[in-house]
């Protein structure tokens, strides 16, 4: 997947080809015939980039990764169940590792690391993985073009030792990239690559053999018993499409079909009497041919969801709207689903007697999978939209993960997406509008608080209030108490004038402040230390004013759990302020932007003792409300941008915790995002201005550097003028 995608990202990977086949398919069950019973054949990330595991018949889920601060992508799984997959920190993408373990998580070894990393492929007996390193050189190229940025390479991860070596540049004839996902031969001796032309590389030698010269080769593969190779050719304007058959001594070059359109996807049978293709950009036609160019034969039309060989290669599987299976022989077409909605992405089990689905059946969207009795089973419901779902020519689903929830107000069902989690990584806590509600001349929905596990299961709404609009919600450190603010009437609901505590689920639900006689707007709660209290803001509005007035009259509090203790830590001098706790919640930090001198920063502890300033400066803290300063994991120094010049320029600058060492690392630099602390808090990544490039009429894109807290030495990470944004760690 694409490094854009470090933000809440979700997915579902279904490995249905894990178990060999079977020859007693007459008595099996679905959940035999995908895997053997003990086997995980299914793994997705959650909204983290964490890695879960799933049993075919829904149950059994199990985390398998637990890396605050990085992602995990690109899982791969061995013939014998091994996991492999790419752990990167976030936009780090030059210090990503290649892991491998068991299916169930355990024995993580990395096998590669420090480097870009990209299109994992395990050998066919399990012992290597090849994989390209530097792609990310050519994430914004079109490859047909040849940029002449950089090359890639090709490495080899031993497994047994924990290891791995570059094989070759992957650089054509012509000098140009190639970029391919790696296609081991079934004896694994060696790898294809279809980039422009089509390439082998020996893999006890690294030697590059072109067996096609550049011809816009869209796709590869191997016949069963590796001697040959089928490609499908892109067609220049006004050419045809061709599809070739190569030996893979580069012998033997065969044109066995021409098509007008684009093909797309090529896949031998598995007796490797047959090759079938698709072809066509919107109403795709699907193909069978000999490798010898002989009965090419159209079988269907309208095979936009894919299709898949029978492990007999007497049926194909395809995705035409349902799902249908096709007679090669004499092109019989027998319906097997039929509903009202898009499915797509068939896979067959191994033994032949199942074939496993994407569907989009409203709230019964997930994968499926079909007999050829029409018998259906789901196995893992999604409730992913169609845009959202797709299989990859490994038979990967990638699919994420929602939860429904049907409302009294809406009568429907509403998807509960993102939410807040929990400490413990086990559940979400959702803001669902329930309800409608008049108060004090305004009106509009009211929220109720729903808690879920994150695999969708014991969705419960744990405030269920219709006269109670329920704002914003904290969980605890323990993960066992929710805070909230509410608003109620006789004042505007929409108004959240009361600070609430309670168990996570509903039980023993407390009121801790209340400031709706003074017109006062709570919101912002955080938890302090071991969750002994809990910090929040109250905004005084004036008469007249309502929701979302400015906060120019307002004050910082504090409150113990049994509603005592309620007292006010801060007033601001200059109107607007922002807080920030240390990582480990026992130190606080104010920033002041508007006082007559200029910005300073206060410090002291979480109970408002030992509050004094500790920085200023004469300029502008212009980010305030996008990130007022940042604490690095150590909670050792705090990061900051001041506004300086007219118009403004961003500098960044750093402080020491005890308020001393102020210093300017960078001026000026790209402030439209929060820079990012390394883990051990000695450098922050930023994005910097570029000199001088600039991408359509939008915001200018810059370039991501790295510098050092103690010299100021900034080190430049991209080559080009990319970088819009950065996202730190989830766990800051």
Not at 29 to 56: E, K, Q, R
Not at 311 to 320: E, I, K
Not at 362 to 379: K, R, Y
Request: aromatic share 8%.
């Amino acid at each position: 997947m694409g490094r854009s995608s470090l933000v809440a990202l979700a997915g579902l990977a279904l490995a249905a080809s894990l178990a060999a086949a079977c020859d007693n398919q007459g008595t099996q069950s679905l959940y035999d015939v995908i895997a053997p019973p003990d086997a995980i054949v299914a793994g997705f990330s959650d909204f983290n980039s964490d890695i879960y595991t799933i049993a075919p018949d829904g149950g059994r889920l199990t985390r398998i990764t637990d890396t605050p601060g990085h992602v995990e992508r690109e899982p791969v799984w061995s013939a014998d169940g091994r996991l492999a997959f790419v752990r990167a920190p976030f936009f780090m993408w030059t210090h990503e590792e290649l892991i491998v373990a068991g299916a169930d998580g355990s024995n993580p070894v990395s096998v590669a690391g420090d480097m870009d990393i990209s299109d994992p492929a395990w050998s066919p007996d399990g012992s290597r993985i090849a994989f390209v390193e530097g792609r990310m050189r050519f994430a914004y190229e079109d490859i047909r073009s040849c940029p002449q940025t950089g090359l890639a390479r090709l490495f080899l991860a031993d497994v047994a030792t924990a290891t791995s070596a570059p094989l070759l540049e992957l650089a054509a004839p012509d000098g140009c990239p190639i970029l391919s996902t790696p296609q081991w031969s079934p004896d694994g001796s060696r790898i294809a690559l279809a980039s422009r032309g089509v390439y082998l590389v020996d893999v006890a030698s690294g030697h590059l053999t072109e067996l096609l010269p550049p011809t816009d080769a869209v796709a590869a593969a191997w016949s069963p018993d590796g001697q040959r190779l089928a490609v499908a050719v892109a067609p220049p304007e006004g050419a045809p499409a061709r599809l070739l058959v190569v030996g893979a001594d580069g012998q033997g070059l065969v044109e066995i079909a021409r098509q007008s359109e684009w093909i797309r996807s090529v896949a031998w049978s598995p007796q490797g009497d047959l090759i079938a293709f698709a072809a066509g950009p919107d109403e795709v036609r699907l193909f069978v041919v000999s490798p010898d160019s002989e009965g090419l034969r159209s079988l269907t039309q309208g095979a936009n969801g894919g299709f898949a060989w029978s492990p007999d290669g007497q049926r194909l599987a395809v995705g035409l709207s349902n799902i249908y299976a096709v007679d090669v022989d004499d092109g019989a077409t027998t319906r097997l689903t039929d509903v009202a909605a898009w499915e797509s992405a068939p896979a067959w089990s191994p033994g032949g007697s199942a074939i496993a689905f994407v569907s989009h059946r409203d709230a019964q969207s997930g994968i499926f999978a079909v007999h050829p009795d029409g018998a259906l089973t789901p196995l893992i419901p999604t409730q992913a939209g169609p845009s959202e779902v797709s299989l990859g020519p490994d038979r990967r689903v990638i699919a994420p993960t929602e939860a429904f929830v049907e409302t009294d107000y809406y009568g429907d069902e509403f998807p509960l997406t993102g939410g807040t989690l929990s400490p413990d990584g086990r559940r979400l806590a959702h803001l669902v509008p329930t309800a409608d509600m008049q108060s004090e001349n305004c009106g509009g929905d009211v929220q109720d608080i729903y808690v879920r596990n994150v695999d969708g299961s014991e969705i419960t709404n744990v405030t269920n209030t219709p006269d109670i609009n329920e704002m914003e919600v904290a969980w605890s450190p323990d993960s066992r108490l929710l805070a909230l603010t509410s608003g109620a009437p006789p004042q505007c609901h929409f108004i959240p004038s009361r600070l609430e505590v309670m168990k996570a689920d509903g039980s023993e639900r407390r009121l801790l402040a209340d400031f709706a006689s003074f017109r006062g707007q709570v919101d912002t709660p955080e938890w302090v230390a071991e969750g002994s209290a809990l910090l929040f803001r109250v905004t005084y509005l004036g008469p007249g004013q309502g929701f979302g007035a400015s906060a120019g009259n307002a004050e910082l509090y504090t409150v113990n759990l049994d509603g005592t203790g309620l007292r006010r830590l801060f007033e601001p001098t200059g109107g607007d302020f922002q807080w920030l706790l240390s990582p480990d919640r026992e130190r606080l930090a104010i920033l002041e932007p508007g006082t007559p001198k200029g910005w300073r920063m206060l410090l002291g502890n979480v109970d408002g003792t030992d509050m004094a300033e500790v920085a200023h400066g004469e300029g502008e803290l212009s980010q305030l409300q996008w990130w007022p300063a940042i604490w690095s994991p150590d909670g050792a120094r705090l990061a900051l941008s001041e506004c300086r010049g007219d118009p403004c320029q961003s500098a960044l600058l750093v402080v020491n915790a005890d308020g001393s060492g102020l210093r300017t690392l960078v001026d000026p630099f790209m402030a439209f995002e929060p820079p990012v602390w390394f883990p051990d808090g000695s450098r922050l990544a930023i994005v910097t201005h570029p000199d001088p490039c600039r991408i359509g009429e939008g915001l200018p894109p810059g370039h991501l550097e790295v510098v050092d807290v103690e010299g100021g030495d900034l080190e430049r990470i991209t080559d080009r003028c990319v970088i819009r944004w950065i996202q730190g760690w989830p766990s800051q």
